[in-house]
């Protein structure tokens, strides 16, 4: 009988789809300041944002 591999589970919504942005200086230092504030990374800061700007489009 095969012994199954150990390692992380799979994920429920896995990510699979990457982004691209070009920002200014200012952008990155605001960016860097969130992620050290709310101790989060860059891709969950931006994650949240989208969510955010999302919720203000169902209240109008």
Known sequence: MAH???GRPP???PLKDRI???VSDE????LAQCKEEMNM???DIVRKGIDMVHDGLKKK
């Not at 952008?27 to 605001?30: N, Q």
Request: no cysteine; net charge positive.
């Open 41 to 43: 990374t860059t891709s």
């Open 11 to 13: 994920a429920e919504k």
């Open 27 to 30: 952008t990155k230092e605001k």
């Open 20 to 22: 691209f942005v070009l």
């Open 4 to 6: 199954k591999k150990m």
